[in-house]
């Protein structure tokens, strides 16, 4: 998103690197428009609690993903909804970083905010919850899923966090000059894979990249894998073109909505 922003859209890059800055943080340096990304999840549970209530959209977990529901050697039962979810996170973010009068430190902490609830809509899992005989009131989003374990990764939906083990674990904060370097070669790699022209980007609504989402936990991430196992070569070759393939969606979105 930075990249496409800074070439497609220069001013609008400039005025969201400068409305970052109020709520500069430890984890952030050279780069707010990367680092900020993480913002939701290092301040989960702790730190900015003011914001709590200033700001109608905050950091806290139900935020950062939609329980769509998908069975699994079961028959479909009726399953609660709930509006707190990153669908309406979304929506809510656009309208409320629209207003012009907005306050500084409240939209710094929204578009933080809206940069990584665009990145979660994208993930299959942020999107999806099974249900089967094994998991009759659900799993969490691939988190109860459990696989073998590999380094830090023992449930599918770190695996799916991991962009499927297509990078070499998390890019330490702040962000210094070699894995700087390493996030654009990343960038440029998924860019080059998937170009715009490639993707189909006409739809502006979140529902639709949340359907996107689940319709890739349904037809691929759920398949040809065990609990308990490690995923097979292939598994983890194609789920890494589909997840790099979501990431570039969420990025051009994410340019695109800004």
Known sequence: AMDELQ????????????????????YEDKRPFV???????????WGYKKYLKASPVTVQGPWHYVDQPFFENMKPVPEPTDDTNVVNAISQLK?????????????SYQLRCLIHYV???HQPLHATTMYSPEFPHGDRGGNSFKLERHGEIDE?????????????????????????????TASKDIRTTFPRGRLFLTSEDPHQWAKESHEA???????NIQE???????????????????????????ADTL
């Open 7 to 26: 070439q497609r859209d220069p001013a609008v890059y400039e005025r969201a690197s400068t409305l970052l800055t109020a709520l500069k943080n430890k």
């Open 35 to 45: 680092e900020a990304a993480t913002f939701p999840d290092k301040w989960k549970h």
């Open 95 to 107: 309208t409320l970083l629209a207003d012009p009068q907005a306050d500084d430190d409240v939209a």
């Open 119 to 121: 990145g979660d809509v």
């Open 156 to 184: 599918l939906h770190a695996l799916w966090d991991s962009v499927v083990e297509a990078y070499a674990g998390d890019w330490k904060q702040p962000l210094n000059a070699e894995d700087l370097s390493a996030v654009e």
């Open 217 to 223: 936990s349904a037809s691929f991430v759920y398949k």
């Open 228 to 254: 308990g196992a490690w995923p097979a070569p292939q598994y983890i070759k194609i789920g890494q073109m589909l997840a790099k393939e979501r990431l570039a969606y969420g990025g051009y979105r994410l």
